[in-house]
Protein backbone atom coordinates (compact mmCIF):
# COMPACT_ATOMS: atom_id res chain seq x y z
CA UNK A 1 0.00 0.00 0.00
CA UNK A 2 1.35 3.67 -0.66
CA UNK A 3 -0.12 6.76 0.88
CA UNK A 4 -0.05 9.91 -0.42
CA UNK A 5 0.10 13.36 1.29
CA UNK A 6 0.21 16.70 -1.15
CA UNK A 7 1.02 19.54 0.17
CA UNK A 8 1.99 23.53 -1.02
CA UNK A 9 -1.32 24.40 -2.37
CA UNK A 10 -2.59 28.31 -1.70
CA UNK A 11 -3.88 31.43 -3.04
CA UNK A 12 -1.63 33.18 -6.01
CA UNK A 13 -2.39 35.80 -8.68
CA UNK A 14 -2.07 34.84 -12.12
CA UNK A 15 1.58 34.91 -13.55
CA UNK A 16 2.81 33.71 -10.08
CA UNK A 17 4.50 30.62 -8.87
CA UNK A 18 3.61 27.63 -7.04
CA UNK A 19 5.54 24.42 -5.88
CA UNK A 20 3.58 21.06 -4.93
CA UNK A 21 5.07 18.28 -3.21
CA UNK A 22 3.82 15.28 -2.85
CA UNK A 23 4.94 12.71 0.40
CA UNK A 24 4.85 9.60 -0.42
CA UNK A 25 4.81 6.39 2.40
CA UNK A 26 4.79 2.56 1.98
CA UNK A 27 5.61 0.76 -1.07
CA UNK A 28 3.82 -1.18 -3.99
CA UNK A 29 5.54 -3.53 -6.32
CA UNK A 30 5.56 -2.69 -10.13
CA UNK A 31 5.38 1.24 -10.06
CA UNK A 32 5.07 2.33 -13.90
CA UNK A 33 4.79 6.20 -13.59
CA UNK A 34 3.81 8.77 -10.68
CA UNK A 35 2.43 11.65 -11.52
CA UNK A 36 0.01 14.72 -10.63
CA UNK A 37 -3.69 15.13 -11.62
CA UNK A 38 -5.99 18.26 -11.52
CA UNK A 39 -9.98 18.34 -11.58
CA UNK A 40 -12.38 21.53 -11.15
CA UNK A 41 -15.89 20.38 -10.15
CA UNK A 42 -18.16 19.22 -12.85
CA UNK A 43 -15.27 17.90 -15.01
CA UNK A 44 -12.77 14.93 -15.22
CA UNK A 45 -10.03 14.77 -13.23
CA UNK A 46 -6.93 15.44 -16.17
CA UNK A 47 -3.04 14.08 -16.33
CA UNK A 48 -0.67 16.97 -15.86
CA UNK A 49 2.17 15.54 -15.61
CA UNK A 50 3.88 12.60 -15.69
CA UNK A 51 6.89 10.66 -14.70
CA UNK A 52 7.83 7.63 -15.49
CA UNK A 53 10.47 4.83 -12.87
CA UNK A 54 13.12 5.65 -15.70
CA UNK A 55 12.62 9.41 -15.24
CA UNK A 56 11.03 9.88 -18.54
CA UNK A 57 8.82 12.78 -18.23
CA UNK A 58 5.15 13.84 -19.78
CA UNK A 59 3.09 17.09 -19.85
CA UNK A 60 -0.05 18.06 -20.66
CA UNK A 61 -0.28 20.92 -23.88
CA UNK A 62 -1.56 23.41 -21.87
CA UNK A 63 1.07 22.99 -18.99
CA UNK A 64 4.41 22.50 -21.26
CA UNK A 65 7.16 25.02 -20.74
CA UNK A 66 5.28 26.51 -17.42
CA UNK A 67 5.50 23.59 -15.14
CA UNK A 68 7.74 20.76 -14.41
CA UNK A 69 7.55 17.72 -12.37
CA UNK A 70 10.59 16.15 -10.47
CA UNK A 71 11.20 13.41 -7.92
CA UNK A 72 13.36 12.80 -4.80
CA UNK A 73 13.79 9.26 -4.31
CA UNK A 74 15.64 9.20 -1.65
CA UNK A 75 13.01 11.24 -0.14
CA UNK A 76 10.22 9.37 -1.37
CA UNK A 77 8.97 12.56 -2.27
CA UNK A 78 7.76 14.09 -5.68
CA UNK A 79 7.28 17.42 -6.86
CA UNK A 80 5.30 19.77 -9.35
CA UNK A 81 6.78 23.70 -10.01
CA UNK A 82 4.21 25.46 -11.22
CA UNK A 83 5.36 28.81 -12.62
CA UNK A 84 3.76 31.51 -14.82
CA UNK A 85 0.28 30.19 -13.72
CA UNK A 86 -3.22 31.13 -15.21
CA UNK A 87 -6.77 31.51 -13.79
CA UNK A 88 -7.91 28.43 -15.79
CA UNK A 89 -4.85 26.54 -13.80
CA UNK A 90 -7.63 26.66 -10.62
CA UNK A 91 -8.31 23.30 -9.43
CA UNK A 92 -7.92 20.60 -6.82
CA UNK A 93 -4.33 19.18 -7.81
CA UNK A 94 -4.22 15.24 -6.78
CA UNK A 95 -0.84 13.53 -6.41
CA UNK A 96 -0.90 10.04 -8.23
CA UNK A 97 1.21 6.49 -8.23
CA UNK A 98 0.12 3.78 -10.98
CA UNK A 99 1.52 0.09 -9.96
CA UNK A 100 0.51 -2.69 -12.49
CA UNK A 101 -1.62 -3.99 -9.39
CA UNK A 102 -3.27 -0.37 -8.11
CA UNK A 103 -3.28 2.99 -8.70
CA UNK A 104 -2.96 5.21 -5.38
CA UNK A 105 -4.10 9.04 -5.01
CA UNK A 106 -3.81 11.55 -2.55
CA UNK A 107 -6.36 13.73 -1.10
CA UNK A 108 -5.42 16.58 -3.04
CA UNK A 109 -4.42 20.38 -2.48
CA UNK A 110 -6.31 23.38 -3.93
CA UNK A 111 -4.51 25.81 -5.91
CA UNK A 112 -6.51 29.12 -6.69
CA UNK A 113 -5.20 31.76 -9.00
CA UNK A 114 -6.42 34.86 -9.04
CA UNK A 115 -6.46 37.63 -11.86
Do not use: H
Not at 7 to 21: D, F, I, P, T, Y
Request: glycine fraction near 12%; charged fraction near 20%.
Amino acid sequence: QVQLVESGGGLVQAGGSLRLSCAASGSALGIRTRGWYRQTPGKERERVAVISSGGYTNYADFVKGRFTISRDNAKNMMYLQMNSLKPEDTAVYYCNVDSILKTYWGQGTQVTVSS
